[in-house]
């Protein structure tokens, strides 16, 4: 009869996890933004910290004849919201950018692979993370004349100046996310979802490579993410102003179970989302109730059962993942109540 995924949770959160677990981006909802309208929020960053040669071409306020390049707003939810927005320099368009690392500079054509996002460990412009999200969801909404692509990617990388997939010689052995979401014309707040996927190895790290397959298991190493949100999907195709808001960054780990089993067979009326459940046995006065069995959709939530006995029969069922150890959720609680079958027929009776 298999147990799998039943497991001692104290120890595995001292094996895996420090105790000071990052699990989340800091200021997610662009609620904290200390400086003017066109600064950048705090734990972001865009053209005023740019780096490279070229830095001082651009700023977040735009320059003459352009919109600011980054601007806070009002929110979708909570007071405020950012929007970037396409710029021209020379008559060249500039894809407006946010990171929670730093924007490079190194070239005037705005096609140049000179130019991209990338952790900044020396300078500060680095998120040390260690979770492992299954996939993030994001707020956004458009101000565009036509029907664009926009881009959101977030990277769990090693501990390297990791570059948004524009150096091919690097090394990237954890896993991104990376989602290109079209502007529906409507001016309206969408919610957006993208699954992280993972590298089975070390990999040489290219554009033409994403996404990447999705693996069971992910490295625990110490780890850095490096998030990437642009106006528009290729450079240069941008029309000066257009505008892509942002709002409510939210990193998920999925603590949904994909079954449930009782004595090894699938538990009848399983539901997705659905959290308790109602098991008719014989009596259940019985000396050993049937075992019950869970299983998480996402392969790194860690699952644990206390099996039913007579004095309680019910099983319940507890879904462990990343944000749970880190203290900033609670696992999720599925339940299985045995209840014995004369009580039913003596119900009927009754009634």
């Known amino acids: 009869m298999k147990l799998t995924r039943i497991t001692c949770i104290l120890s595995f959160c001292a094996m895996v996890l420090p105790l000071r677990a990052q699990v989340q981006m800091p200021n997610p909802g662009f609620e904290n933004w200390p400086g003017e309208v066109t600064s950048s929020p705090k734990g972001w960053h865009s053209f005023n910290e740019a780096g490279g040669v070229f830095a001082k071409t651009m700023s977040n306020k735009g320059g003459p004849g352009n919109p600011a390049a980054l601007e806070r707003v009002a929110g979708h939810s909570g007071k405020y919201a950012v929007v970037l ?3 021209k320099i020379l008559g060249v368009s500039a894809n407006g ?8 500079m190194g070239a005037m054509g705005a096609a140049s692979a000179k130019n991209y996002c990338y952790t900044d460990r020396a300078n500060g412009y680095a998120f040390k993370f260690t979770g492992r999200p299954d996939s993030i969801s994001f707020w956004a909404k458009f101000d565009m004349k036509e029907s664009v692509y926009a881009t959101a990617k977030a990277h769990l990388h090693t501990d390297c100046d990791f570059r948004d997939f524009v150096d091919i010689g690097q090394e990237s052995d954890i896993a991104s996310a990376i989602l290109y979401f079209k502007n529906p014309k409507d001016g309206k707040w ?16 290219t554009a033409a490579q994403a996404p990447i397959p999705t693996l069971d298991t992910w490295t625990r190493k110490p780890s850095y993410l490096l998030f990437c949100f642009s106006t528009n999907r290729y450079v240069m195709t941008g029309n000066k102003g257009d505008a892509l808001y942002l709002d409510d960054i939210r990193l998920i780990y999925n603590k949904n179970l994909s079954a449930i089993q009782v004595d090894d067979t699938e538990l009848y009326g399983y539901q997705k989302g659905k959290q308790d459940y109602v098991y008719f046995v014989s009596n ?40 749970v150890y880190a203290g900033e959720a609670e696992p999720e ?8 079958l004369p009580s039913v027929y003596a119900m009927s009776e009754w009634r």
């Open 190 to 205: 969408h919610k957006y979802k993208q699954a992280f996927k993972a590298y089975d190895k070390v990999y040489k790290a």
């Open 284 to 323: 259940t006065q019985e000396t050993q109730l049937p075992v019950v069995t869970a299983f998480a959709e996402s392969p790194r939530a860690v699952v644990e059962v206390q099996q039913a006995t007579a004095e309680n029969p019910v099983a319940e069922i507890k879904v462990y993942h990343d944000d």
């Open 333 to 340: 609680v599925y339940t299985v109540r045995f209840v014995s």
């Open 85 to 87: 927005r396409c710029t």
């Open 97 to 104: 950018a946010l990171t929670s690392g730093r924007v490079y």
